[in-house]
């Protein structure tokens, strides 16, 4: 059946040249050791240095400076970082690889390794089999044996409700859940990825599953290079294909049900938790073990920003949106400001240079989503790199500009960073 087109979407759109720059392979003495059995309950009193030594540091790491703003007090999670979307500029963070349980944030790994593999319009019969394994508990987005699904259909799935039954039907379809998770794990060492060593490929709680906020947020960064994952991280509401029944005059129907984004700054469906102006993703989660943890994504003021928070110690109800738009906030505020603390690093097969006005590439994975951005508007530009290398930028906006919060389009230079040699 054909997907559903989705509505309510506040979308990246980040269609770029990317450009490419030294390979950035950690040094050995730089590189985290092996994951330990499970997240620890101090943070350790040294951790990887992979983006920088500072960042290696328990506690709070930030540069304040004269015209810096202090940062916001009533912060409790256990580990956080406020990155730079374009530059990867590490503007402040506290524990930044501090290993804890991920929650649903994995996903975004799992996105970033899957999406790839299968178009959007691909139709899969769902059997008992696909189904099985998932812990108990799990959320579910509503996936029904002997039911037929679009990819789309499935992926709106994982990033809106965090369905687990949607992410063991596409490991399934990618060979099985052994497999993906190996596939996981070697994608999160290409990302350099070293805190993070993935047992389930949904985020549900598992001994030695573990990542950490400066990983998180690369897969994040790394995600976000793909139209779909863009699109899909960023839609607010969509409809979901339910039960095949017989109505009241015996005619076999199938209609479809609403689901929308459990990102609380996206949906703004709590009354506690506003929508955050300039929001456009990326993946929330919550277990027993991992608390609350958040991967956001916001564009304010030609400033793109990523934070991630991971276990706020306090249980106010939504506190992980809370701290992480007071971070948000404050990242917003000191951007171009405050020096940064460290860097998220590109991945290991990154080499070579994009010049300016290459042609720009749309990052699409699987394939266009049905209900995605459409129109013949296009726009491309070039802009400096910060940063020692001095080489340029190519970018282009492809299929039009969607309006976000506050009247603004989103539009992001992508770039991976040069970095600095440790």
């Known amino acids: 059946m054909p997907a559903h087109r989705t509505t309510g979407r506040r979308s990246l759109l980040v269609t770029s040249a990317?450009?490419?720059?030294?390979?950035?392979?950690?040094?050995?003495?730089?590189?985290?050791?092996?994951?330990?059995?499970?997240?620890?309950?101090?943070?350790?009193?040294?951790?990887?240095q992979v983006g920088g030594a500072q960042l290696g540091?328990?506690?709070?790491?930030v540069n304040l400076a004269a015209g810096v703003p202090v940062l916001p007090k009533d912060v409790t999670a256990r580990s956080w970082i406020v990155a730079d979307a374009e530059s990867g500029e590490v503007l402040a963070a506290h524990n930044a690889h501090w290993r804890l349980a991920p929650a649903s944030t994995m996903k975004m790994l799992f996105a970033d390794t899957v999406l790839p593999k299968f178009p959007a319009s691909t139709q899969h019969k769902v059997v008992a089999t696909d189904l099985a394994g998932m812990g108990a508990g799990s959320s579910l987005v509503g996936i029904k044996e002997n039911e037929t699904y679009t990819v789309h259909d499935l992926w709106l799935g994982v990033f809106l409700r965090s369905g687990n039954d949607a992410v063991h039907v596409l490991s399934s379809m990618n060979g099985g859940v052994e497999a993906t998770v190996k596939e996981m794990n070697q994608h999160a060492e290409e990302l350099q990825a070293l805190d993070t060593h993935v047992v389930s490929p949904d985020g549900y709680d598992a001994p030695g599953q573990v990542s950490s906020a400066y990983d998180l947020t690369l897969f994040a960064r790394s995600g976000l290079q793909k139209k779909d994952f863009r699109e899909y991280c960023s839609t607010v509401k969509a409809e979901f294909p339910g039960e095949t029944k017989k109505d009241k005059s015996g005619k076999v129907i199938r209609q479809p049900f609403e689901i929308q984004n459990t990102n609380r700054l996206l949906s703004g469906t709590d009354?506690?938790?506003?929508?955050?102006?300039?929001?456009?993703?990326?993946?929330?989660?919550?277990?027993?073990?991992?608390?609350?943890?958040?991967t956001g994504v916001a564009e304010r003021g030609g400033h793109v920003l990523l934070v991630t928070v991971m276990h706020p110690e306090k249980s106010e109800h939504n506190e992980v949106y809370k701290e992480?738009?007071?971070?948000?906030?404050?990242?917003?505020?000191?951007?171009?400001?405050?020096?940064?603390?460290?860097?998220?690093?590109?991945?290991?097969?990154v080499s070579g240079a994009a010049q300016p006005g290459a042609t720009a590439s749309s990052?699409?994975?699987?394939?266009?989503?049905?209900?995605?951005?459409?129109?013949?508007?296009?726009?491309?530009?070039?802009?400096?790199?910060?940063?020692?290398?001095?080489?340029?930028?190519?970018?282009?906006?492809?299929?039009?500009?969607?309006?976000?919060?506050?009247?603004?389009?989103?539009?992001?230079?992508?770039?991976?960073?040069a970095g600095r040699r440790h």
Do not use: C
Request: charged letters at 10%; a positive charge; proline letters at 9%.
């Open 18 to 48: 990317t450009l490419l720059s030294l390979a950035l392979t950690a040094p050995a003495a730089l590189a985290a050791p092996a994951p330990p059995p499970s997240p620890s309950v101090t943070p350790p009193a040294s951790m990887s």
């Open 57 to 61: 540091r328990p506690g709070t790491q």
């Open 271 to 294: 009354h506690d938790v506003p929508v955050y102006q300039g929001i456009a993703g990326v993946k929330n989660g919550n277990t027993t073990n991992a608390g609350a943890t958040f």
């Open 324 to 349: 992480t738009s007071r971070l948000l906030d404050w990242g917003f505020q000191a951007a171009g400001k405050v020096q940064p603390v460290g860097e998220l690093v590109a991945p290991k097969s």
């Open 363 to 417: 990052g699409t994975a699987g394939g266009t989503a049905s209900g995605g951005v459409s129109g013949g508007r296009a726009a491309a530009s070039a802009a400096t790199a910060s940063g020692s290398s001095g080489m340029g930028i190519a970018f282009g906006i492809a299929g039009g500009v969607l309006v976000l919060l506050g009247g603004g389009a989103f539009v992001v230079n992508r770039r991976w960073p």
